[in-house]
């Protein structure tokens, strides 16, 4: 898994991406998402990495089984957050 800290001002966005996405488009219905390296390619991290950084960051951007399936099992997301675009799932997290 491939994990992105986006920093715009005092916001920052976790992005967590499955590897074999990277550089792949999911089309169906009206839902596009572009999986790009400049977005979704950062670190190879560990496990307990990745959960640590996910537990202390409050705007996440997630897409993939294994990416989205770890958010379930740390209990940062439910299932009713899951979105999928062509089978592949996805979820966005957005604090005030």
Do not use: W
């Amino acid at each position: 898994m491939y994990l992105k800290i986006h920093k715009t001002g005092p916001q920052e966005v976790v992005a967590l991406c499955d590897e074999e996405l990277i550089g792949k488009t999911l089309e169906e219905n009206k839902f596009q998402l572009k999986i790009s390296e400049r977005f979704y390619k950062g670190e190879e991290l560990s496990e307990d990495k990745i959960i640590n950084i996910l537990k202390s960051m409050g705007n996440l951007n997630i897409v993939g089984d294994k990416s989205v399936e770890l958010a379930l099992k740390i209990g940062i997301i439910s299932e009713e957050d899951i979105i999928k675009i062509k089978g592949v799932p996805h979820v966005q997290v957005i604090s005030f």
